[in-house]
């Protein structure tokens, strides 16, 4: 009889374990996600009318979804069209149509 609680006891305890070491896994997954994404940047309103020269090219989302490099946030956020951006320029910069003078 003692035999059987020691081994339940045991099992008991390395469920426990697992379980413990799991959670702390995921947790590093979660903190990994959230640490990715805390470099983006959101522009808000009121647009900059005037933003100072400088290079640091960031990667901007457009309101259509696709990306352009500008020579930094400022300049990003002045365009209407841009949603948010990280730092670093596109990897590939998504063409965009303007509208045409007609």
Known sequence: ??????????????????????????????DNTVQAVSNVVTCSEPRAQMCTREYRPVCATLQNGKQKTYANGCEACADSQVKAYTPDACAIDTPVKKPSSK
Do not use: G, P, R
């Open 1 to 30: 009889m003692i035999e059987k609680k020691t081994t339940t006891y045991a099992l008991f305890l390395l469920l426990t374990l697992f379980v413990a070491v799991s959670c702390s896994q995921e947790a590093t997954l979660a």
